[in-house]
């Protein structure tokens, strides 16, 4: 390996949207995720709709209305 052009591989604090943390390493100190094994359905075996800026309910909102998919040439 050349000297010198390799970034510093240090110890990393990941922290996810549900609230677990853990420690890995990286070259970055510190991670902020989504998601992680605690809170993932594939994981956990629940179905959870993660949904932060409320993307869910401007699509229902938008949707619920009869949407018909365009206009009728009378």
């Known amino acids: 390996m050349k000297e010198g052009i390799h970034p510093k ?9 549900c609230g677990n943390t853990f420690m890995t390493r ?3 100190p510190e991670l902020k995720i ?3 094994n605690m809170c ?9 709709y993660v949904d932060t800026t409320g ?3 401007k699509f229902r909102s ?13």
């Open 9 to 17: 591989y240090v110890d990393c604090k990941v922290t996810c949207g």
């Open 55 to 57: 993307r869910i309910e």
């Open 62 to 74: 938008k949707f619920s209305g009869g949407y018909t998919g365009g206009k009728k040439n009378s």
């Open 40 to 48: 993932h359905p594939f994981f956990t075996g629940k179905l959870k």
């Open 34 to 36: 989504d998601i992680c």
């Open 26 to 28: 990286s070259v970055k």
